[in-house]
């Protein structure tokens, strides 16, 4: 009623009112729960014929029954306690529940945290004044609350909201920042935030000097892969292949990947003008190109140090060379750059990725604190002792350290499937199982009694694999179980073939209209029987919406994003996604799926991988094992059917480094779905 009374609606409430009004007009523990509830992190039990499903936003049995005072536990733990000066020294704990017996996940020590939810590591993190600061964050630690944290809190000491640039790599990451800005700093100052992709960076830094370097002011637009293919044969007369191999030398050299040889960079610049002329950038140009203009133009490089007075870089250990030398034009030496990442969760060494430009910045700063964030508040113990001997062998990282917060009984499942079939029947019987059964196919095919009441919902799993092939007998099995799912890549948004359709079909019509009438319109003209342009539609239609009638904005945003960019975290569905398109994710229950030699680490061809390659894949492995919050389930298949052929495999070696007590090899049943009853029978519907 107090909250009514003085904040409004309940609607405003839980959709609009600044977080620390709420705080300051009722509790930390409201403040939480309406924030939990924003963010989408809820605890969903699913429902079943006769009964609602129920959804928390605590842990039943962690409730505080009175008000919490100005400090709580460790953010994600709903116990309260007394003030600091009256804490007495902390009795020996009861002893841990052994592996393999029932538990839940509770906070395994007390740890005193700020008023606004940071332990002493994020606290320190955030509170770090001007000059340069490296945030070595492990998974789970709290990276994204700290990061936004500290810039909330740069904001309120008095910094200028335009000129405080936040850069990330994914549109998601992007979105999930300005959320967390908008909570802590309310929609009108967080809107005035840059919240920015490299790639968005880039674009907006042509834009903004576009009529200096000889582009027509307002006509520089983002050319699209097939139409920088095409331009390419045309200015160097090349074959389709030819031309091909050529802009993947341009992209390798753009990114640092390649050393520059006469010849190829005579290519390019000859490409680049010619480009220049018709008015049209290319997407891997978007970063490369405004560190060759500031190259060149020190006072470009000053008005943007003037414009951006702090820089904050979430993910750092993705960033490749061009990028890291966009950063070196952006801050001066020692300037106010914060950097937050993990060198141990740099997966992109494909696209030019290294975690070794923590050390080159450290070199070009010496002047830079470090603050390393070790607490894991996501995972169980079992889940981070395994994540952390996956890593023992990695010599890259130095003094790694992740403890987990949380005291969990569950050890990770090792399956071993007869097959890739029965790895798929495995995977959709337990998803089942661990629901109690959706439906009336589980009890028809065994996998469960129709009794159970799970506690789970679709969206709390996800499916994790190296390559996305290795879905196709996983969603067969999907289907015929009927569980929903949502499959996405790292790749480009642009790139899968039902999006280049609609978006080039889209380019045929007028301009007048919203984005969603010419997108529907698009579909009639890209053909509409064709599936990829259906699975296309269903992504585009929400990012349509956002647009209006800016259309040339909608197609910038499909240029930038990538496919996981369209992952919807509250779609009542199973996640299917690659380790790559998992970084940043969480899940209450996750299947690491094709855990076999060859696959992981990946090996293309007799020959063995590069060192450097495999370090990437134990990383890789790091990252999927580290989404899971409650169970982890990894899996391999003694046969698979690989590349046009059924191939006996091997378990991955990476998986021999994880100690047998944190595994439970428990036999598994997995049961072929029963046929169809004959023609005539009566079904049993169990009543005697």
Same mark, same amino acid.
């Given at each position: 009623?107090?909250? %009514? ?159 405080? +640039? ?8 992007? &979105? ?49 892969? &097939? ?39 005579? !290519? ?28 060149? !133009? ?286 940043? %994710? ?19 061809? !007799? ?54 007590? +944190? ?26």
């Amino acid at each position: 009623d107090e909250m %009514l009374r003085r904040l409004g609606p309940e609607l405003s409430i839980l959709e609009t009112v600044p977080v620390e009004e709420i705080r300051r007009h009722s509790s930390l523990r409201m403040a939480e729960a309406i924030q939990r509830l924003r963010r989408g992190e809820v605890i969903r039990s699913g429902g079943y014929d006769g009964e609602f499903g129920v959804i928390r936003v605590f842990q039943t049995e962690g409730i505080p029954k009175s008000k919490p005072p100005a400090e709580l536990f460790v953010p994600g733990s709903i116990e309260t306690r007394e003030r600091s000066k009256s804490v007495p020294a902390r009795k020996k704990g009861p002893e841990p529940v052994l592996p393999g017996e029932s538990g839940v996940s509770v906070p395994d020590v007390a740890i005193l945290v700020s008023a606004d939810g940071l332990d002493p590591d994020q606290d320190a993190a955030a509170s770090h004044g001007a000059g340069p600061l490296v945030i070595l964050a492990g998974p789970g630690t709290g990276k994204t609350r700290t990061l936004t944290r500290r810039l909330a809190r740069s904001i309120r000491a008095g910094a200028v909201p335009e000129s405080t +640039l936040a850069v990330t790599f994914t549109r998601r990451a992007a &979105e999930e920042l300005r959320e967390r800005l908008t909570e802590l700093l309310g929609e009108e100052t967080a809107k005035r935030i840059p919240v920015l992709t490299f790639h968005a960076l880039g674009w907006w830094i042509i834009r903004q000097y576009a009529d200096r370097s000889g582009y027509a002011a307002g006509k520089v637009a983002i050319a699209s892969e &097939e139409e920088a293919l095409g331009r390419l044969r045309e200015d160097l007369n090349l074959s389709r292949g030819e031309a091909a191999r050529q802009l993947q030398n341009f992209s390798g050299w753009r990114r640092g990947m390649k050393r520059e040889d006469g010849a190829l960079s005579t !290519a390019l610049l000859f490409h680049r003008e010619a480009m220049r002329r018709r008015g049209v950038v290319e997407l891997e140009d978007l970063v490369a190109l405004p560190v060759q203009w500031l190259d060149g !133009a020190p006072e470009w490089v000053e008005e943007l140090r003037n414009r951006f007075a702090q820089v904050f870089v979430d993910e750092f250990q993705d960033i490749d060379a061009t990028q890291y030398a966009l950063l070196r034009h952006l801050v001066p030496r020692n300037g106010n750059l914060t950097v937050i990442g993990d060198p141990d969760q740099s997966i992109y060494g494909f696209r030019g990725g290294d975690p070794g430009f923590f050390v080159r910045l450290l070199e070009d700063h010496p002047n830079a604190k470090s603050v390393r964030l070790t607490r894991n508040y996501r995972s169980g113990q079992a889940i981070v002792a395994g994540a952390l001997e996956v890593m023992a062998r990695s010599v890259e990282v130095r003094e790694r350290g992740l403890t987990p917060i949380l005291r969990d009984a569950r050890r990770i499942v090792l399956h071993t499937a007869a097959s890739d079939q029965a790895e798929a029947a495995f995977v959709a019987q337990t998803l089942e199982a661990m629901m109690g059964g959706h439906g009336f196919h589980a009890m028809q095919t065994g996998s469960v009694d129709g009794h159970a009441t799970g506690e789970y919902a679709f969206a709390d799993f996800a499916v994790l694999c190296r390559a996305e092939a290795l879905t196709v007998p996983l969603c067969q099995a999907l289907e015929r179980a009927g569980i929903p799912y949502q499959k996405r890549s790292h790749e480009r948004l642009r790139d899968h073939p039902g999006v280049r359709l609609l978006v080039e079909a889209m380019e045929r019509l007028t301009a007048n209209g919203t984005v969603v009438e010419r997108l529907r319109q698009a579909v009639v003209l890209a053909g509409e029987e064709l599936p990829e342009v259906a699975t296309a539609l269903e992504w585009l239609t929400p990012l349509a919406l956002g647009h209006g009638e800016d259309g040339p904005g909608f197609v910038a945003a499909i240029t930038l994003g990538a496919e996981v960019d369209l992952l919807d975290p509250r779609a009542q569905r199973v996640s299917l996604l690659t380790m790559h398109g998992s970084k940043g %994710l969480e899940y209450r229950v996750v299947f690491v799926i094709g855990c076999e030699e060859g696959m992981l680490p990946w090996r293309f061809g !007799a020959a063995d991988p590069d060192p450097g390659a495999v370090e990437e894949e134990r990383r890789l492995l790091f990252v999927a094992m580290t989404r899971a919050r409650e169970t982890l389930f990894l899996s391999w298949s003694r046969k698979r059917l690989w590349r046009g052929a059924v191939r006996s495999m091997e378990m991955s070696s990476f998986l021999q480094d994880i100690r047998e007590e +944190l595994l439970d090899r428990r036999a598994t049943r997995t049961s072929v779905p029963k046929k169809h009853t004959a023609a005539g029978k009566q079904l049993s519907f169990g009543w005697d």
